[in-house]
């Protein structure tokens, strides 16, 4: 049972646009929030977080999202560049600090 | 810094046989995590552990086993290997006291074949 889902499999967004990853959940006890960026043969890289106790959290370029009662959070990347082609996954973690992963976003920015 | 290592990288394995993938962190992180990824799917936990000598079972634990003897490592054993689990191999590392927030971090991976 998929407790963390990104229904989108892909996006391709043109270079300078916004790139906006959707991520939606099942479990209520989940109190923290990640986005993790993946290149081809190489391991998740941390991104960007957020605690449920908050509903935005800004870095840079970056904007994590997090709407509790619709159980959806969101990753705005703004402007987008070529370099952030990669794969997006949504984590969540539960009880135990065991972290549930999403499916996966492939990003294609297009120069 | 080397963070999370993982060996090997690629290994390609008989059904049936058995092999130790090998991770250890030097980041002095309680929590370790054994994770799987197959094509088009996310990552399912396999084994986790909160300290040395403490290990509990993650979402898909069948055909697996681990240990924590130290703070730095976490070895996955696979038992007569099968077809099935044939997939990428993660391993992570985080720190956690008093239901802090911190990130994992994750090794490079170890691609898995069982012919």
């Known amino acids: 049972d998929q407790q963390v889902k990104q229904n989108s499999p892909s996006l391709s967004v043109q270079e300078g646009r916004i790139s906006i990853l959707n991520c939606d959940y099942t479990?209520?006890?989940?109190?923290?929030f990640l986005w993790y960026k993946k290149y081809p043969a190489e391991g998740p890289t941390f991104l960007i977080s957020?605690?449920?106790?908050?509903d935005k959290n800004e870095d840079g370029r970056f904007t994590v999202f997090l709407n509790k009662s619709a159980k959806h959070l969101s990753l705005h990347i703004v402007p987008s560049q070529p370099g952030d082609s990669a794969v997006y996954f949504c984590a969540a973690r539960g009880t135990g600090n065991q972290f549930y992963f999403g499916t996966g976003t492939s990003l294609t920015v297009i120069p | 810094n080397a963070g999370v290592t993982q060996t090997p990288k690629f290994h390609i394995l008989k059904i049936g046989q058995s092999m130790t993938l090998q991770c250890t962190q030097d980041m002095n992180h309680n929590y370790m995590y054994w994770y799987r990824q197959d094509p088009g799917m996310g990552l399912k936990l396999i084994y986790y552990s909160v300290g040395a000598g403490i290990t509990d079972k993650g979402e898909v634990p069948n055909g697996y086993n681990v240990s924590r003897s130290t703070t730095e490592d976490f070895p996955l054993r696979l038992e007569l290997a099968a077809p099935s689990q044939t997939s990428v191999y993660f391993c992570?590392?985080?720190?956690?006291?008093?239901?802090?927030?911190?990130?994992?971090?994750f090794g490079q991976g170890t691609r898995l074949t069982v012919v």
């Open positions: 992570a590392s985080s720190y956690s006291r008093g239901g802090g927030n911190t990130e994992a971090f």
């Open positions: 957020i605690s449920s106790i908050k």
């Open positions: 479990n209520s006890m989940f109190d923290y």
